[in-house]
Nanobody, 117 residues
Framework: QVQLVESGGGLAQAGGSLRLSCVASERTFSMGWFRQPPGKEREFVAASGDSTYYADSVKGRFTISRDNAKNTVYLQMNSLKPEDTAVYYC????????????????WGQGTQVTVSS
């Protein structure tokens, strides 16, 4: 069982930036981020595996990166919007691409990101 621990959430103003981090207890092929806005279902945000993948809603604003030596994935979030407010979940797994975006193997507990207007 891979353990994932997120950090870096918090409050930001619209147009501001936040950086999320997630440390895994062991290495997996793919790592990424999902989010669940208030009252909505969880949705894919970004992933790093055989390539990098982004949801259309965050392209050009968010950047995912990995430090494989530290089993860590980051999400740099710039130009934040109020609609980015959500609980952000780190995910990890052995699949990539659409398989990972659909059903990662492991989940973190989530970190709250709130963007004020």
């Amino acid at each position: 069982q891979v353990q994932l621990v997120e950090s870096g959430g918090g409050l930001a103003q619209a147009g501001g930036s936040l950086r999320l981090s997630c440390v895994a207890s062991e290495r997996t092929f793919s790592m990424g981020w999902f989010r669940q806005p208030p009252g909505k279902e969880r949705e894919f945000v970004a992933a790093s595996g055989d390539s990098t993948y982004y949801a259309d809603s965050v392209k050009g604003r968010f950047t995912i990166s990995r430090d494989n030596a530290k089993n860590t994935v980051y999400l740099q979030m710039n130009s934040l919007k109020p609609e980015d407010t959500a609980v952000y979940y780190c995910a990890a797994g052995y699949e990539t691409g659409d398989m990972f975006k659909t059903k990662p193997d492991y989940w973190g507990q989530g970190t709250q990101v709130t963007v004020s207007s």
